[in-house]
């Protein structure tokens, strides 16, 4: 039998994948330039909008790129919530500007808090999720499913079905882990945290990752070398 809080999981899960309908939710992908023009380091960017609320989330904005504001303007939305997967420098670089342009919040993985605390950017962190959380963007649910490996606070985001995986899952990838004596090791959990986690999810669940082309939870779960 499940536990209560089991089931009191289970049945939050079913109200966050209830609450969308088939064509609520609008994703746009953007190749964002972390890096600089002499030394470009192109990430993934996310603007996922919630067509009943009219809200939007920013994930991972490697850089205060303007075609977000003019995207999310084109599409009536509002963002409400900035997010990082991890940590890295290329994932949180827009981080400051964006927050304060869209007058959002900024929310970002707590295992993950040393990197920024190093790197000077957790003063603009509003919220230090953890695995399991659901966060509000401001009228629609995003699903936290912590995936640590890449780096310790490495994080996914589930929303309406369509998870955003930053640097822990790519097509036909993986990301790396830290080097050293520990590497094989560490790269072996990390296997194992994502065929738990996300292999579990539906074969048609889209997968948006921080680096490279979208891919299917189902092609990874047949092709990717780091998972077979
Ligand atoms: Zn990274």
Redesign the pocket.
């Given at each position: 039998m499940r536990s209560p809080r089991g089931l009191l999981l289970a049945l939050l899960l079913a109200a966050a994948t209830l609450s969308y309908a088939a064509d609520d939710l609008v994703v746009k992908r953007f190749v964002v330039n972390a890096g600089t023009a002499a030394e470009p380091f192109p990430v993934n960017s996310y603007l996922v909008c919630h067509r009943p609320s009219r809200s939007a989330v920013l994930i991972d904005p490697g850089a205060d790129d303007e075609r977000f504001a003019a995207v999310a303007g084109e599409l009536g939305v509002q963002v409400r919530l900035v997010l990082n997967?991890?940590g890295?420098f290329?994932?949180v670089g827009g981080n400051r500007a964006l927050r304060e342009r869209f007058a959002a919040r900024l929310a970002a993985p707590a295992g993950d808090r040393p990197l920024y605390e190093k790197s000077g950017n957790a003063a603009a962190v509003d919220t230090w999720f953890q695995d399991g959380q659901a966060l509000d963007a401001g009228g629609f649910p995003v699903q936290v499913l912590a995936t640590p490996g890449?780096?310790p606070g490495?994080s996914c985001f589930l929303i309406g079905g369509q998870l955003f995986s930053?640097?822990t899952l790519m097509a036909g990838g993986v990301?790396?882990v830290p080097e050293g004596k520990n590497e094989e090791k560490a790269l072996k959990a990390l296997a194992r945290v994502i065929r738990r986690k996300l292999l579990a999810l539906p074969a048609a669940t889209v997968v948006w990752p921080?680096h490279g082309r979208p891919t299917t939870i189902g092609e990874e779960g047949l092709l990717n070398p780091f998972l077979n």
């Open positions: 997967t991890h890295h290329d994932h890449h780096t490495s930053g640097d990301g790396r921080g």
